[in-house]
């Protein structure tokens, strides 16, 4: 038997391994930790602009990293106060801007990896809570104005 009847074969088994190997969406991004930093984050985080821990500043960061990485990078991920959310970059997918929270990590005294998609998992739970969180804030504050405009009848 010739090599070319077998050539749907040969491709069939490509197309599995392909699947086999692919990057789960999860883990999608391009960009290094260091890229996303140095394009994005270093805005405030290299003057520490409205208190944000600086870059290489050792004893901010140990109370941040002693959080846990799933729970700083899913707070971080929908906005702390002055930090807006995605680090106001609105085209930054999860995983990048993870490996942006781990590296920053790493250049201020903390050993966190570049996130896998088990932690990734992890951090989407953590901001998914934190989302819950401020939208019930925001629906009390809504239930607030419409007494505000019920009295005001
Ligand atoms: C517009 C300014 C700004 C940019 C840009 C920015 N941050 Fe921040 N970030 C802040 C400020 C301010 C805080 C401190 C918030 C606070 O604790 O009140 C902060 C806090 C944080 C924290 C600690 C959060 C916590 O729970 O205390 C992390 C982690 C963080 N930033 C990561 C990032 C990453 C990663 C990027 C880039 C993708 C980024 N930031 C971009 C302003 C910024």
């Not at 930790?33 to 944000?52: I, L, N, P, R």
């Not at 781990?102 to 989302?131: C, F, H």
């Amino acid at each position: 038997m010739s090599f070319y009847p077998r050539l749907p074969l040969v491709a069939l088994a490509l197309v599995f391994l392909h699947a086999a190997y692919a990057q789960p969406p999860i883990l999608q991004g391009t960009k290094s930790g260091e890229q996303v930093y140095k394009t994005v984050c270093v805005a405030c985080h290299d003057s520490g602009v409205a208190h944000a821990p600086k870059f290489g500043d050792r004893a901010a960061w140990a109370p941040l990293i002693a959080e846990g990485q799933h729970v700083l990078t899913g707070h971080a991920w929908v906005g702390v106060r002055a930090m807006p959310a995605r680090g106001g970059s609105a085209e930054l997918t999860l995983a990048d801007f993870a490996r942006a929270v781990a590296y920053m990590a790493r250049g201020s005294g903390g050993n966190w990896k570049d996130p896998d998609s088990t932690l990734l998992l992890q951090i989407v739970k953590e901001a998914d809570k934190r989302l819950v969180t401020s939208i019930k804030e925001q629906q009390a504050m809504q239930r607030e104005l419409h007494n505000l405009t019920k009295t005001a009848k």
